[in-house]
């Protein structure tokens, strides 16, 4: 029976995901550090952190069934085609990292308890510096309404986690990054668990090993390193790691 891995923080390096425990499921090891660095290696094996409390130690997971989706085959239904349409929000990409993070971090609180603790914040946007982690942001006038952040590597999207103040907000900024994602010929949008609201909109489950596979064969130097911009399908140099 797999036992859980400690890593120490000044080598990067985690076990086959494969041998995550089953109770708790997915668990994978604990401990390493939350670097540029360990991210990367982290989100390649198909790994992500995920813990509560930052005196704590960092969990890394890799469930038995991931959310995932195709680029290109979200369910857009009649009054969602609408209201991405018709109710004057407007969208844009990696123009306000921190402060999209900051409201994900936010809602999560208010409403489950968050996991975007003030360690993996600065986590994140440090790996957004580095032109890795990105944003989708949709605003109401001058107003932040939605949005996500997620991490991308080679030609696959690690979503994060969204929120949304108007309604429908966080469902138009997955739809603008999945669009954006099939015209850059992502092969999958991965949404880590399942949940009623990624199902409504077309994410599907996918067995470990089936996920395992894909990311194998995940050409890394295809990562487009830099800034996102909506409006056009080149990226902005952002600096690296």
């Known amino acids: 029976m797999p036992s859980l891995a400690y890593l120490r923080p000044d080598k ?12 708790p499921e997915g668990l994978v090891a604990a401990g390493g550090n939350l670097t540029p ?6 989100y390649a094996l198909g790994i992500f952190p995920w813990f509560e409390r930052d ?4 969990y890394w997971w890799s469930p038995a069934e991931r959310a995932v989706m195709k680029p ?20 844009s990409f990696d123009d306000c990292f921190d402060s999209v993070i900051e409201a994900c971090a936010r809602s999560r609180d208010a409403s489950f308890g968050t996991w975007i603790t003030p360690k993996m914040q600065a986590a994140y946007c440090e790996l957004h510096r580095c032109g890795i982690a990105h944003s989708v942001e949709v605003w109401h006038a001058e107003d932040l309404v939605g949005g996500l952040y997620g991490v991308s590597l080679g030609s696959m999207f690690f979503g994060e ?16 990054l999945e669009q954006r994602l099939q015209a850059w010929d992502f092969t999958l949008l991965d ?22 596979a894909l990311l194998q064969r995940n050409d890394l130097s295809r990562t487009r390193l830099g800034r996102w911009r909506l409006d056009d399908l080149a990226v902005t140099p952002q600096g690296s790691c």
Not at 15 to 22: G, S
Not at 37 to 42: I, P, R, T
Not at 73 to 91: D, E, P, Y
């Open 191 to 212: 949404c880590q668990m399942m949940t009623p609201h990624l199902a409504s909109l077309g994410v599907a489950p996918m067995v470990r090993a089936d996920f395992l």
């Open 37 to 42: 660095e360990w991210l990367v290696e982290a």
């Open 12 to 23: 990067v390096g985690f076990p086959d995901p494969e041998l995550a425990l089953a109770e």
């Open 161 to 176: 986690s969204m929120f949304s103040t108007q309604a429908d907000a966080s469902k138009i900024a997955f739809y603008h």
């Open 72 to 91: 290109g085959t979200m369910r857009v239904t009649r009054s969602l085609s609408k209201r991405i349409r018709n109710a004057g929000f407007s969208v």
């Open 55 to 58: 005196e704590g130690p960092i």
